[in-house]
């Protein structure tokens, strides 16, 4: 867990070496209020325990005065000097507990006013140190307080003072975890809205990523299946079309290279769209019902045959994501027939086991010449099997004996209840 404490220190060596912390405790106004407790704390030890000192124990006044300005001292200085404030604790506590003279009226040999100020001192300590610094001032304090009481002589029974002992090593440890657990509450507040920070970044770049991926997914899907018909269109109408005036094939062929232009500049952007991969957004577009129209377009070019059915249960019926994936996949298929093998015929094949579906694409060598193809590989094969083992499937694709082309797609059946 990252201490702010620390870490402002070692922005100043030069102090850290003195053990000097800097001046702000907490952020905001919290820091003043307490500081001002602090002084105040510290003001009215000084006054109660020099008096209590020179008139109860019967200490030196100079002797009262002094050590009980260490003691306040001592309050203020565990906010930025913890192990100053430790030191100066010690001595002066000890110091008032070996000079004080034992009465059976008077706790001996921690005076109440010691208690208080060993309590206080300790919480500051905990506040800006880590566990150990107060615990260790702690036990010294407890044990210099036993020598003390071994040594000393008095007309103070065993009694008294072995129940002053408990009841200054009781508050004072319990002080001494109240800061250590006010300290730790800090630093885990500090903690969690770093990590909220974090998460709420991480959250934010998710969702730029999903919607980069999504943008991507649809700009092929639509847009560059789209172009890519005009392309196709356009570039093969001279040989559709053997009497088509000259004019009108140089049009042709002048849109067929605007669309393949766009097609190259269509490639580029789902390149940096596709950089950081995001989840697949399945949500329902086209499904089977829309293949019949595909079908229809894509005969316009080629002849597409098909053979085979799914048959289909309620719950395949009812999930979008499988009609749709069958659907990009035909698209992807057809459409890369259109561009590589233009006039090819086709045949797609639907089959199921009780384990899988498939889905077979095969077209024949191209029975004419392939028109010039905008530079570089698009992203339809990588779409797709995004598509398909989102599902747990596979795509395999090959070139067959004949000069054709095969894509063979399977996507396991859902496992019935």
């Known amino acids: ?138 036990a010294f304090s407890v044990l210099l307080a036993i020598m003390i009481a071994t040594e000393a002589q008095g007309d103070v029974g065993s009694g008294p003072v072995v129940a002053d002992l408990i009841v200054f090593a009781a508050v004072t440890l319990v002080a001494a975890a109240i800061g250590a657990g006010i300290r730790n509450w800090s630093l885990l507040r500090v903690q969690l809205r770093a990590e909220r920070a974090a998460t709420a970044a991480e959250l934010a770049r998710r969702e730029a990523v999903q919607d980069k991926a999504r943008i991507a997914r649809e700009l092929h899907d639509v847009v560059a299946h789209g172009m890519s018909a005009i392309q196709v269109r356009a570039a093969s109408a001279r040989y559709r079309m053997p009497d088509l005036p000259a004019d009108a094939a140089a049009e042709f ?110 077209n024949a060598a191209p029975t004419r010449a392939i028109a010039p193809r905008a530079d570089g590989g698009g992203h339809g094969l990588r779409g797709m099997r995004e598509r398909v083992e989102a599902m747990g499937g596979t795509v395999a694709a090959a070139v067959t004996g004949d000069g054709g082309y095969v894509l063979q797609v399977r996507i396991p059946r859902e496992e019935q209840a």
Not at 258 to 280: F, N, P, Q, W
Request: hydrophobic share 55%.
């Open 253 to 362: 062929d002048e849109v067929a290279a605007t669309a393949r232009s766009a097609m190259k500049e269509m490639r580029v952007i789902l390149g940096l769209l596709r950089d950081e991969e995001g989840e697949a957004d399945h949500a329902p577009q086209p499904g089977l019902d829309d293949l019949p129209a595909l079908l229809a377009r894509a005969n316009d070019l080629a002849p597409v045959t098909e053979s085979g059915s799914w048959q289909l249960t309620a719950a395949e019926q009812s999930n979008p994501l499988l009609g749709l994936t069958a659907y990009r996949v035909v698209q992807e298929g057809l459409s890369n027939v259109a561009r590589h093998a233009p006039g090819a015929e086709t045949e797609i094949a639907w089959t199921e086991t009780p384990a899988e579906r498939g889905i077979r694409i095969r």
């Open 1 to 138: 867990m990252a201490d702010p404490g620390l870490q402002a220190a070692a922005e100043h060596p030069g102090l850290r070496r003195l053990g000097i912390l800097p001046l702000r405790v907490v952020p905001g106004r919290g820091n003043l209020a307490i500081w001002a407790f602090a002084v105040a704390c510290a003001l009215t030890q000084l006054a109660v325990a020099a008096s209590l000192s020179a008139t109860a124990y019967r200490v030196p006044l100079a002797a009262a005065l002094i050590l009980s300005l260490l003691q306040a001292a001592a309050i203020v200085l565990a906010l930025f000097a913890p192990v100053w404030a430790t030191v100066l604790a010690l001595i002066s506590g000890s110091a008032l507990s070996g000079l004080a003279v034992a009465g059976p009226d008077q706790p001996w040999p921690v005076a109440a006013s010691t208690i208080v100020a060993y309590a206080l001192v300790w919480i500051g300590v905990a506040l800006r140190a880590r566990w150990w610094l107060p615990v260790t001032g702690w």
